[in-house]
Nanobody, 122 residues
Framework: QVQLVESGGGLVQPGGSLRLSCAAS????????MGWYHQGLGKQRELVAT???????NYLDYVKGRFTISRDNAKNTVDLQMNRLKPEDTAVYYC????????????????WGQGTQVTVSS
């Protein structure tokens, strides 16, 4: 099993920045797709950003140009740099690790962190 622990959340003013970090208790294979999701109050959990083993990234349109996802397989970490934060970014942010079956795209493993609160407010 893999355990993911997020850190770096907190209260920040609009326009500010935060860097979220996710550390795995066990080793994360380079084959895993790593990602960040968020869930605002009363809303569904939503993809924010993902990064593949090859370094390909995918972002929620709303955060493009503001957020950057990165991974370090040697350190078993994935980070999310969040800049120019908006009140609408307020949510619990979750780290995710997924392993998909080739061709069928069937989910084999899906791990979630406990979440870290990000609050953007004046």
């Amino acid at each position: 099993q893999v355990q993911l622990v997020e850190s770096g959340g907190g209260l920040v003013q609009p326009g500010g920045s935060l860097r979220l970090s996710c550390a795995a208790s066990g080793s994360i294979s380079s084959m895993y797709i790593m990602g960040w999701y968020h869930q605002g109050l009363g809303k569904q959990r939503e993809l924010v950003a993902t990064i593949t083993s090859g370094g390909g990234t995918n972002y929620l349109d709303y955060v493009k140009g503001r957020f950057t996802i990165s991974r370090d397989n040697a350190k078993n970490t994935v980070d999310l740099q969040m800049n120019r934060l908006k009140p609408e970014d307020t949510a619990v942010y979750y780290c995710n690790a997924r392993l998909l079956r080739l061709r069928t795209d069937e989910l084999i493993y899906n791990y979630w962190g406990q979440g870290t609160q990000v609050t953007v407010s004046s």
